[in-house]
Each structure stands twice: as structure tokens, then as C-alpha cells.
């Protein structure tokens, strides 16, 4: 990432020949109270940022009692067989698993699938070719609402996918087209000759494919993949409907969120807290590991 | 090389992508253009009847309340979202000390789950025993539970929760826009005495503009869309305040996964409904496109 360095709050340090001393003294107060508002400014939405987050943190670590009754921000004896209970009794392990599979294989799908298509676009001219990257991109903008997931969900029972997360990991690769315009963009950062060249001491086509471009791509299927299993891991209605008859298939967001319209009159808020921090930690790990690749792509695609 | 070698080769690596696209995302929509002619629960016989969804559709007053009410949505969640994203974006392009951690700590909500964050804003909001109201009357700053997901503020409530889940995405995507800006051009001004305000309606906003016109334009699609977070913090309610269109049609379609109570499902008119939908967010997306492409003129 290329810094740029001019500021829109900090002050010029450039000097006015004109001012006096008293005037340089104004000018110095006036960049202080400025900064001073910037940083309060700044300081209060990161604080309300965080507000949720670590409102999720200390609930899940408070008694049920603790968490209905009075203002406590901060537990007074840390909870943690919420957790363990949670992970046992509410099922969370089976969610965990759940969502870690789906989120895995729906990831190495999608890359896979939209590496291989890049990869034909960029580097071969065929017919159809625009016709192809209208539909991928047609796919990103036109939005009909959760109908369409009946006609997918008729198609998962005639494969007979319908009674594993098969039928979701499936249509979430089948939405590609983000990966594939982002992978489309690395590409051309490969020089062709380096390809050509492999192709002229005999590897093939595919063989150039997973010998040569796979490697390089690496970076762009890192990046990518952050943002496909991103997707997977947080997607909500699409495992929901497709997990109504079938409560062993679900997945953290969907497990979660049924524990709020649960019927049950005695909500233990503690034990949701405790749920929404397991199906945030792993996300937020993530995050934290990879923070740099999150921010690098997203300049990209706009720019390309 | 023979063509039919390069044909085997093409359609290998291109037909997986080519296959799903068809079948999961083509497919499905042209199953809504036929379907919504039809009179069609979900199993058994479909009947066609013409026109009859979409003069239903006229007359369905529960829809044009959600249009109005996904209008209200978007308009709040992007008068938030845009300015604040912006700003936060103009800030921490500069050399400022610790934007790093500050663009982390911002963009940090964008990796957590709507639906997640939806559930913890419901249990947080809640108006007896919410921590936010709890915290606001221990420190005295209202004096009587706020009813953050009553009829009245229920609408407010939803955009500030995905105000909060999207602010962070916009801001990267100003970021980036901002650090294609040339540095050299922020100097010049700087010379020539421009101050912090002026070179920002002067370089920034229109050396960003087409960039920022992408970025607006992903942002109105997007709020028009969302629906999840709605659906897990009110389920539309109370009494259909904060019901958005895609909302009303998920009910219409999967009656059974928020009201318990097993309703038919209405497949067919969920498809004129869906279709109109999606006309409404194509209209307002390319009305935005060409006003926004006359402003860019103008700046």
C-alpha cells in the first residue's frame, strides 16, 4: 500500500511570512484545539465500534441474573462454563463443525472454479467470451430475492444433495463472479510470456494451469479466498432454508439466531453471548492474522 | 495445436463455472420469469393465470408499505454510512499516528455476521434489560427505558445496526479510491495556501468522483438489498414498521421459519413480487447512474 502523505487534518507546516509572533501562537492553538476534536472524534467511533463487540465479550461471561438485571458492564466472576455449555448442551460444537466445513469446501470450491475460468478468459479468445463475462456479471447485480431459492432447492433434490450441506456449499461456489473479477485482475498481472514459455518446452495448457499459474496466483487466491470463505462462514438464509427440516446441518449463524426466536419462555442470554463470540472468534482470529490481505484487495478491485 | 485440442482444453477449465453459473444463478431466474404467471404453492398443481399476481401485486397494500418502508432503510443507512465512511476515510489517508490500528478497528465489524450481529444488537437494544438502556439510566441520561425496538424507534434502530456492520467496507473502498489521488497535487494547493477545507472540495471530491460514484452506487444496491439483520433483530415488526421488501417476500416464501405457524407458501406471486423487486432496485440504480454521470460533468 503506497502512502500518501499530504493530510486533509493535519495543519501546513509551511511558515506565513506575514504573521507576527502573536499570530504564530493562534495559529499553533487553532491546530491543537483541531487536532484535539479530530482525535475525540475518532476516539468516539472507535469506542462505539467496539461497543458491541465487547459487549458480547463480558455478556458471554456473566450469569444469566447478572445480564437481566442491573447495569453491569463488566462480570463480577468470569462465566466460562457459558461456554461449555453452549458448546455442549445448545449444540454449538455441532454448528462449529458445520460451519467450518461448509465455509472450507465452499472456499476451495469457489477458488478453484473461478481460477480456472480466469485463467481461460485472460490468457484464450473464444466464442461466447463476452456473453460469459456478462452472465458472471449479471449474476453480481440482479437480485430477486430469496425466491430463487426454491428452483435451487428442487434442483439439490433431484441431485439428492438436499439432505447434506452439499446443496449449499454448491450454490455458494456457484456464486463465483466476485472471485472470478478479482482473480481476472491478478491474471493480468502474470506476464504471458512466462506461460508461453512452458507451453513451448511442451507442459500443456491445463498443465501450465496448476504447474505454473496456480503458484503464482498464490496471493490472489489468498486474498480472494479471505473474502469467499468470509462470505460462507457469515451467509445466513441460504443455510437456514435449506436446514428447516434438517436441524443436524446447521450452522453457527443459523443455530444462533434460532436460540433468539427459540419459544423457550427463559432466554439464557448469557449462553447466546457466549454462542455469538464463538461464531465471532474464529472470524475475528482470521482478521487479526490476515488484516494486511483484507485491506490490500479491496484496493484493487475498485482500482481495476 | 488443433482447435479441437483448444476446445477440450477451454471448455475443461471453463465448464464448472459455466455449468453453475447456469443451472444456480441463470436457471433460477428464468424459473421466476415463468413462474410468475402462475398460481403455484410450492407442490401439487400449478395453475396459470396471466396478469393476476401482478394486479394482486396493484392492489397489495402490505407490499407497498415495505417499498416505502426499504426507501426509509436505505435513505438512513446511506446517510450515515457514505458521509461517515468518507470522513473516516479523508482522516486516516493522512500521516496521522496509529491510522493502522484505527482502519483495523473500523473495518474490524465487516468480518462479523449480519445475522450474529443482529442478534447481539436485539439483546443489547432491548428495552427492559438491554444493556444499552441500562447504561444510559445508570449515568442518568434518560430517565425511563428507551423503547429502541418499539413501534416508533424500531426503524431507527435496524439502520443504526447495519450503519455499524457497514460503515468499516466503505471507508476501505474510499481508502482506496483516495490513494490513487495524486500526493503532488495536495502540495501545489498547499503552496499556493489552500486550506484543509478547500483541498478537499477541490481535489478530493473531484478527483475522487468516479471512484466515489462506484462506490455510492454498490452502497445504494447494497442498503436496498439487506434484509437479514431486519429479519433477526424485529422480524419486520413490530406491527410491519421496519418490514423491507425482500423481507415481506422471504415471508410470503418461508412462512414457517419465523412465525412457526405452517402457512401456504406462495410461490407464484413470491415470483411477481420478487420481480418486481428487482425492477425497482434496477430503476433506482440506473436513475442514480445517470444523475450521478451529469454531476460528474458538472464538477
Not at chain 2, 428487482?278 to 458538472?298: D, E, F, H, L, P
Amino acid at each position: 500500500m503506497n502512502e500518501q502523505t499530504a493530510a486533509m487534518g493535519k495543519p501546513v507546516p509551511h511558515k506565513r511570512r506575514d504573521g507576527a509572533a502573536s499570530g504564530l501562537a493562534g495559529a499553533r492553538l487553532a491546530a491543537v484545539a483541531g487536532r484535539t476534536v479530530l482525535w475525540l472524534f475518532l476516539l468516539i467511533v472507535a469506542a462505539l465500534t467496539l461497543f458491541p463487540i465487547l459487549m458480547t465479550v463480558t455478556g458471554s461471561l456473566m450469569t444469566n441474573s447478572e445480564l437481566m438485571g442491573g447495569g453491569h458492564i463488566l462480570p463480577s466472576d468470569l462465566q466460562f462454563q457459558n461456554y461449555a455449555e453452549a458448546w455442549r448442551q445448545s449444540n454449538f460444537a455441532r454448528f462449529t463443525w458445520n460451519s467450518v466445513y461448509m465455509s472450507v469446501a465452499a472456499t476451495i470450491g469457489t477458488l478453484l472454479v473461478a481460477a480456472a475460468a480466469a485463467y481461460v478468459v485472460d490468457r484464450r479468445s473464444f466464442p461466447g467470451k463476452t456473453l460469459y463475462i456478462g452472465l458472471q456479471a449479471s449474476t453480481m447485480f440482479i437480485s430477486v430475492g430469496a425466491v430463487v431459492l426454491r428452483p435451487q432447492f428442487d434442483l439439490m433434490v433431484k441431485l439428492h444433495l438436499n439432505s447434506s450441506l452439499w446443496g449449499v456449499i454448491l450454490i455458494l461456489i456457484s456464486a463465483h463472479a466476485s472471485t472470478f473479477f478479482i482473480l481476472l485482475g491478478f491474471f493480468k498481472a502474470i506476464p504471458r510470456e512466462l506461460d508461453e514459455s512452458a507451453m513451448l518446452d511442451g507442459s500443456g495448457f491445463i498443465r501450465t494451469f496448476y504447474r505454473i499459474i496456480l503458484p503464482l496466483l498464490a496471493p490472489g487466491l489468498g486474498v480472494s479466498g479471505l473474502f469467499a470463505f468470509r462470505h460462507a462462514w457469515n451467509e445466513y438464509i441460504l443455510p437456514l432454508v435449506f436446514t428447516l427440516t434438517d436441524p443436524h446441518l446447521q450452522t453457527l449463524t443459523v443455530g444462533l439466531a434460532n436460540l433468539r426466536y427459540g419459544s423457550s419462555a427463559a432466554m439464557q442470554l448469557n449462553l447466546m453471548m457466549a454462542g455469538a463470540c464463538l461464531s465471532i472468534l474464529p472470524m475475528l482470529i482470521v482478521y487479526m492474522l490476515a488484516n494486511k490481505s483484507f485491506m490490500q484487495v479491496t484496493a484493487g478491485s475498485v482500482k481495476g | 495445436m488443433t482447435r479441437w485440442t483448444r476446445l477440450r482444453e477451454n471448455s475443461l477449465l471453463l465448464l464448472p463455472s459455466v455449468i453453475l453459473t447456469v443451472a444456480l444463478g441463470i436457471y433460477p431466474l428464468i424459473w421466476v420469469l415463468r413462474y410468475m404467471f402462475y398460481d403455484y404453492p410450492g407442490y401439487g398443481a400449478e395453475t396459470f393465470v396471466g396478469l393476476d399476481n401482478f394486479r394482486r401485486l396493484l392492489r397489495d397494500a402490505a407490499f407497498w408499505e415495505s417499498v416505502r418502508n426499504t426507501f426509509v432503510f436505505a435513505g438512513g443507512k446511506l446517510l450515515i454510512t457514505v458521509p461517515l465512511s468518507l470522513l473516516l476515510a479523508v482522516i486516516l489517508n493522512g500521516r496521522l499516528r496509529g491510522r493502522h490500528f484505527l482502519r483495523a478497528v473500523f473495518f474490524m465489524p465487516t468480518v462479523i455476521s449480519t445475522a450474529v450481529i443482529a442478534v447481539v444488537f436485539y439483546l443489547i437494544f432491548n428495552s427492559y434489560n438491554g444493556m444499552v438502556n441500562q447504561l444510559l439510566m445508570k449515568y442518568h441520561l434518560i430517565g425511563s427505558p428507551f423503547e429502541w425496538l418499539g413501534p416508533k424507534h424500531a426503524m431507527l434502530t435496524v439502520i443504526l445496526a447495519a450503519a455499524w456492520g457497514a460503515v468499516g467496507n466503505y471507508m476501505l473502498l474510499f481508502l482506496a479510491g483516495l490513494q490513487s489521488i495524486p500526493h503532488d497535487l495536495y502540495e501545489a494547493a498547499s503552496i499556493d495556501g489552500a486550506g484543509p477545507a478547500q483541498r478537499f472540495w477541490r481535489i478530493t471530491v473531484p478527483m475522487l468522483g468516479p471512484v466515489m460514484q462506484i462506490i455510492i452506487m454498490l452502497a445504494i444496491i447494497a442498503s436496498l438489498k439487506g434484509y437479514e439483520s431486519i429479519m433477526v433483530m424485529t422480524e419486520g415488526g413490530p406491527i410491519g414498521k421496519t418490514e423491507v421488501m425482500y423481507l415481506y417476500l422471504y415471508k410470503l416464501l418461508f412462512p414457517v421459519a419465523t412465525s412457526g405457524a405452517v402457512v401456504d407458501q406462495q410461490f407464484g406471486y413470491g415470483s411477481a413480487v420478487g420481480f418486481t423487486t428487482a425492477v425497482i432496485v434496477g430503476i433506482i440504480t440506473a436513475a442514480y447512474y445517470a444523475m450521478s454521470r451529469k454531476m460528474n460533468k458538472v464538477f
